[in-house]
């Protein structure tokens, strides 16, 4: 590889969320990688720095040009020049499009279990969640669609908050699911939020559909969120976009994000975005076959040495889904357990909401190193819990 993936910054005592933890912890949960950034990028932020002078920024054609290639040419989709507003962030873009796009008080649709996050954006907007649960059935999931009308027609009803590829389940919804999805919300009125800052990062040789793509239905009523943030490991740099195809529905989306003062680049991340997009392919490419050696590396282990776990298929994202059903009927319990007794740090699959309750969430974009070390001290806690029962 030309890239370095084994050898990982130390990023103990340097205020991040994910590593601040005890002595001897290992942090597997929040979903950062633990990569350093692609040099191209680190050499680009580098550049500016040397500026000294961090004043504002500007978004110009070759910003709109980085995104509008990338998807081209990656997802083989054209998103319409003008059709991008810059956002500082994938959560506070969420939040903006709620408070504009719905009123207090109006159902907002997940498909659960889902991002812990959208609950507290609906909560924090005022609105009222409507979970649609998925069906899992033999280590598979599907899309109740019964369960899914029946939310989208209640009369309340006015945004549908779709996660693309899905988190935590780690699967990028197929094209004839999205075009299923378009056509319920159009019969029934509702707008569609569709967060898919996972995109980049599926198993190599898959791809993904944006839901923009699906049909000229799911472009008509879609806000898109998209972003190199979780890709290229750049998500303190809160940078994002929104495209919207629908002019009419783009002008309330730009109100929305200016409104809310979100819509100004930063300094940093406007540059680190559009280097991402422009020269980042490469490390892109080697960090995604890295990752799904360590997927099938823990799928392999936890196979033959955790026969009473599962891992559920999953063809992207860097976040493997367990069903540990077969331990416990709430895994919060366990994944304490767990890093009280190995101090493994997971996340626990209640926070994701209805049917998440019996799962827990491992983060393997780290070094093989750490998914080995990691996983033995998953079977030394589940042995444990074992024998206490």
């Known amino acids: 590889m030309a890239y370095e993936f084994d050898n990982l910054p130390n990023r103990a005592g340097t205020k991040s969320l994910k590593w601040e933890v005890g002595e001897g912890e290992l942090a597997m949960w929040v979903a950062d990688m633990d990569f350093a950034v692609a040099p191209e990028i680190y050499e680009a932020l580098k550049t500016r720095l040397e500026e000294r002078v961090y004043g504002y920024s500007v978004l110009d054609e070759q910003w709109e040009n980085a995104y509008t290639s990338w998807w081209k040419r990656r997802h083989n989709y054209e998103i319409k020049k003008g059709s991008l507003t810059y956002a500082g962030g994938t959560l506070a873009a969420i939040n903006s499009l709620i408070r504009k796009l719905s009123a207090p008080g109006e159902n907002i649709v997940i498909l659960t279990p889902v991002y812990n996050c959208f609950f507290y954006c609906i909560k924090n907007m005022g609105r009222n969640t409507l979970s649609c649960e998925l069906r899992y059935e033999e280590g598979e999931y599907f899309i109740d669609w019964g369960n899914l009308e029946f939310c ?62 699906a049909s000229e239905v799911c472009a008509n009523l879609s806000a898109n969120i998209i972003a190199p943030t979780k890709a290229f490991n750049i998500a303190g740099l809160q940078t994002a976009a929104v495209f919207t195809p629908n002019p009419k529905l783009h002008k309330k989306v730009s109100r929305a994000l200016n409104g809310d003062d979100i819509a100004e680049p930063s300094f940093f991340g406007l540059i680190a ?88 969430r491992l983060n393997i974009a780290t070094s093989r190193k750490n998914v080995i070390d990691g996983l033995s001290r998953l079977k030394t806690a589940l042995d444990l819990w074992e024998g206490q029962i």
């Not at 360590?294 to 976040?319: D, G, H």
């Not at 304490?336 to 190995?342: E, L, P, V």
Request: hydrophobic fraction near 40%; charged fraction near 25%; charge should be negative.
């Open 152 to 213: 989208l027609k209640e009369a309340q009803t006015s945004l549908l908050l779709l996660c693309n590829p899905h988190n935590p389940i780690g699967r990028t919804l197929r094209k004839d699911e999205l075009m299923r999805i378009g056509e319920l919300c159009e019969k029934y009125g509702v707008i569609v939020i569709s967060d898919e800052v996972h995109c980049d990062i599926t198993e190599p040789g898959v791809n993904y559909t944006p839901f923009a793509a």
């Open 273 to 360: 975005a559009i280097c991402a997009f422009e020269r980042g392919e490469a490390w892109l490419e080697e960090m995604r076959a890295y990752v799904s050696a360590n997927r099938a590396f823990a799928n392999e282990f936890i196979a033959r040495e955790l026969p009473k776990a599962r891992s559920v298929a999953q063809n992207a994202t860097y976040l493997m889904w367990l069903d540990v059903s077969e331990y416990c009927d709430e895994g919060t319990k366990l994944a304490n357990f767990i890093r009280q007794k190995t101090g493994l740090f997971l996340s626990h699959g209640a926070q994701y909401g209805k049917g998440g309750e019996k799962f827990l």
